[in-house]
Each structure stands twice: as C-alpha cells, then as structure tokens.
C-alpha cells in the first residue's frame, strides 16, 4: 500500500529510491555534473598520469640498484604527493556546488543546475576550501611520516604501512566529504563541522567505507597500482578509469555517497534534533 501511494505522489521511499529516479529521469544533469567533476579534477588527473611516468623513468634509470632505485622513489613521491593538498582544494570548490544540487534534488527540493551549482560555490567556497586545507595537509602528513619507515629489506613492513595508509586516506577523505555536506544544511563552528563528520564516519563505518571508494577510487586504485605493477600497465588502467568515470562515474559516485550520508545524518541527527528535516524528500505516509 506505502509503495502503491508513493507511486502515485512520484515520491521514493528510500535513498536508493532516489538513486534509480535519478538514473531515469536526470541523465543529462547527472552527465553535465560527472564533466563538471572531470574539468575540475583534469589537471591533477593529468598530474598523477606524469607520476606515473616519471616513476616508471625512475625505476628503468636505477635497474638493478634495489636501495638506490627504491631511495630515488621515496624521494621523489614525498615531494609529488604534495598534489594531495591541491586534490583536497578543487574538490573542495567542485563539491560546495555538487552537493547543493545534489541536496536540492534528494530531498525533492527542485534545482536549476547552473543556477544552485553556483549558489552552492558562493555559499560555501571559503569554509570548505579551509576544511579541504585542513583534511590534504594531514593526508600528506600521514604519507611522509609512514614513507619514513619504509624499507627495501622489509616490504612486508611497507605493504603493512601501505595499508594504513589507506585506512588513514579513507578516514581523511570521508570525514572532509561529510564537513561538505553538514556545512550546506546545518550552521556550525569549523571545528563543530569537523566533529560531527567524525561522529558520523565512526557511527556508520560500512557506509564511511562505502562512501570512500565512491569518492576516491581512481585516485585510491592509482596509489595501489603504482606500488604492485608495472608502470605501463598501470597508466594503461588508469587512463581508462578516469576516461569511464568522466561520463557518469563522478556524478553517481557523489551522489551515492550524499545518499548515504543523508541515510545516516537522518538516524544519528534529524530523527530527534530536527524531525522536519527527517527523511526530507522520502514519501512518509501518512506523517508530514
């Protein structure tokens, strides 16, 4: 009967509900948002392929030199990597414009895209550029303070380390996700933002860890395959991820992620702090 009604009204009845009306109804909005993402991201995409080809150089220049090649490598990436920082800064301007649009459209709010997008950015730019500061500075940091440890003679060690890494970047990243998202619908302190984003990565794990490999996973799979396979072959997949994400891979990945967000800042925040905002866009049944 809920379902028969909520057909009726045009209203899903859960976030994944949302998904599948976007993926009939806003193909082209959510293909303008994916080219957004990739113009956006183009340069340090076009960064990370140069990366990639300058470790491979580095690694047919000290063949056969196992300490001297892997010395070389961890110089050189310490001082790369820094184009995590710049990674966090765009995002941070490309999401303050997504993430309105993506709201608007979740919680059955209507949205112009060119007009909410940059809204969105106006908005939201400054906090978000200073919380994307905030979240790539400790990505590095977190990177060169593990590549310290790291050694030739102990790769069981430095797979251990790569590991962390990436527990660590999923941390990062999701927390400063989750800031851009609390900070376009609630009104909070720096910090507060921050706080409620870790709250809400430690409260909904599965989902965090979700949310992760939707927002980073080219990024996150070029770190993996530059470390365990040939360098070729690594461009060759990276290349055609990006080129794949392009059309329609950014934009579901974000939006994905802002539903689930949604879905867990309706248990942990508007089900009993702000009940108007609960399930805001789902049908409720007989409830306002």
Not at 133 to 160: C, D, K, M, Q, T
Not at 251 to 276: G, H, V, W
């Amino acid at each position: 009967m809920k379902i028969t009604k909520a057909k009726e009204l045009g209203l899903p009845i859960s976030r994944r509900g949302v998904l599948a009306l976007a993926l009939t109804y806003h193909k082209l909005p959510l293909f303008k948002l994916s080219l957004l993402a990739f113009l956006f991201f183009s340069p340090v995409l076009a960064y990370f392929a140069y990366h990639l080809i300058a470790e491979g150089a580095i690694m047919l220049q000290y063949q056969g030199e196992a300490t001297a090649q892997w010395t070389e490598l961890l110089s050189f990436r310490r001082w790369s990597y820094l184009a995590i920082i710049p990674t966090y800064l765009l995002a941070a301007v490309y999401l303050s414009g997504a993430i309105r649009v993506y709201r608007r459209f979740a919680f059955g709010e209507g949205y112009i895209l060119k007009d909410d997008f940059l809204e969105g950015i106006k908005d939201n730019w400054k906090g978000n550029l200073l919380s994307g500061l905030f979240f790539g500075v400790l990505s590095y940091l977190s990177y060169f303070l593990i590549s310290l440890f790291s050694s030739p003679e102990a790769l069981f060690l430095h797979y251990g380390l790569l590991i962390v890494y990436f527990v660590l970047l999923m941390f990062f990243s999701v927390a400063f996700f989750l800031t851009v998202c609390l900070r376009d619908i609630y009104t909070n302190t720096f910090f507060g933002y921050i706080k409620g984003a870790v709250s809400l990565f430690i409260a909904y794990l599965p989902s965090s860890a979700l949310i992760y490999l939707m927002l980073v996973l080219p990024l996150a799979l070029f770190i993996f395959l530059s470390g365990v396979i040939p360098t070729g072959f690594c461009l060759i997949a990276y290349f055609i991820l990006v080129l794949l994400y392009a059309f329609f891979g950014y934009s579901l990945a974000y939006l994905s992620a802002f539903l689930l967000y949604a879905r867990a800042a309706d248990e942990a925040i508007n089900k009993t702090q702000f009940p108007s905002e609960y399930r805001k866009g789902l049908y409720k049944g007989d409830n306002p």
